[in-house]
Structures are given as C-alpha cells and as structure tokens.
C-alpha cells in the first residue's frame, strides 16, 4: 500500500529559529513529491521534487529530495509568525494520483 | 491566470439531508479536476477526479457521488449525508502536469 509518512506531526517553536520538515515515503511508481502550505483554507503549492539531490530555493525555504533513502526534507531558516500553517508533503504517482502525508503542524510563537 | 472556485464555504447539514457541492475553473480548458476531503488533524484523501466532461473516477467507496457535467464545473453530491460526511472538502485542478492547485475549500458539519 502506497505511504506518505510526515514528521513530526506537530513542532511549536520561537521566531527566528530555523526547522527542518521531514517527509518518507513508499509508493510505487514515483514520478514526483510536492510540499504545499495550508493555512486556513486551500494549501499552497511550495515546491515540487522530481530528481534527487537538487535543491529547491524560495527565499527562507528550501527543499531536497532523495530518491535513494526516499525522503525529502523541507527546511525554513528565520522562521516567522507568518510561516505558521499546516505544510503538507504529497507524492505524485502518475493517472492523477496525489498521495498525501498527514501534515506537519507548525507554530511559530513571537 | 487560472481561478478556482467553490461553494458555498461552509455548510451546516442534519444527518439524512442531501448535499450538493460545486466547484469551477476559469482561464482553463480541459483540466483534470479532483475532489478531497481533509478530517481534522490529517492529510487529504482523494475521493475522486475526472479528466473530462462525464468521466468520473471514483477512489474510495462511500456515500458521496461526483458529477462534472461542463468542462470547468465539477459537483460533489449525496443524497443522504452522514455524520461522518463531516470534514473540509476542497476541490483541485491540473493540466496533466503534476501540480495540483486547490480551492478555498468547503467546511462541511454534519449534525
């Protein structure tokens, strides 16, 4: 059965500092894995992985993916109150299948 | 650009009533369109998706059904909801590429 496991499942931390999302998964037929932020209402897409080892980059967040180990990691440095959301990791599987994770719920006190 | 909408946004509903749920697309042709729905505290299950007018697939066996009968209106439907019908739904849209972009979601309660 195709998983997408996410961790930790919840993480509080203070402004500034900088975390590190984890994202594992085993799902047959990988062609890629995207990382979405949900705040309130519709998740956003961040980014979306497909080989391993290239770094994504937008601003504070960045994300890389490893095929071999098959995990991603999303890491945000200089964390803000904004940055608070849900983050979601997902995993494309070909013939319109996502397969999410559970979502890492991530607070960020002032 | 491309837009997606839904409603209503939320929604209260007794145990037994029937549901109709709609979603649509604009600056879009042919997209693939999908249905979730997201308990509390967990991931998104996908309940179905279609890649064209009057093509549904359905993947998971429940007392929802889905109907899209325009290209860019996708209707999620039930003619008796449950109280586990309960949830946030959101509706998402691609172009066979392998991101999906999502609406602002519908906050269902069922009583």
């Known amino acids: 059965e195709d998983k997408v496991v996410q961790s930790p499942l919840s993480l509080v931390v203070h402004e500034g500092d900088t975390v590190t999302l984890n994202c594992s998964y085993e799902?047959?037929?990988?062609?890629?894995l995207l990382w979405y932020k949900q705040e309130k209402k519709a998740p956003t897409f961040l980014f979306m992985l497909t080989s391993s080892g290239i770094e994504k980059k937008s601003g504070r967040l960045s994300s890389i993916l490893d095929k071999k180990e098959l995990f991603s990691i999303l890491n945000i440095t200089a964390t803000q109150t904004g940055d608070s959301a849900i983050y979601l990791c997902a995993v494309n599987k070909g013939a319109q299948k996502l397969v999410f994770g559970q979502g890492t719920r991530l607070t960020i006190n002032p | 650009s491309q837009t997606i909408h839904q409603w209503p946004a939320t929604l209260v509903q007794p145990v037994g009533s029937p549901l109709s749920l709609e979603c649509t697309v604009e600056?879009?042709?042919?997209?693939?369109l999908y249905w979730y729905r997201q308990a509390a505290g967990r991931g998104l299950q996908l309940l179905f998706y279609s890649v064209g007018i009057g093509q549904i697939s359905s993947e998971v066996p429940q007392n929802l059904s889905a109907s899209r009968p325009q290209d860019r209106q996708f209707i999620l439907s039930s003619k008796k909801l449950l109280l586990s019908d309960s949830g946030f739904y959101l509706c998402?849209?691609?172009?066979?590429?392998?991101?999906?972009?999502f609406g602002p979601g519908t906050r269902l309660t069922v009583l």
């Open positions: 998402a849209w691609d172009r066979g590429t392998d991101t999906q972009y």
């Open positions: 799902v047959t037929n990988f062609r890629s």
């Open positions: 600056g879009t042709s042919n997209p693939n």
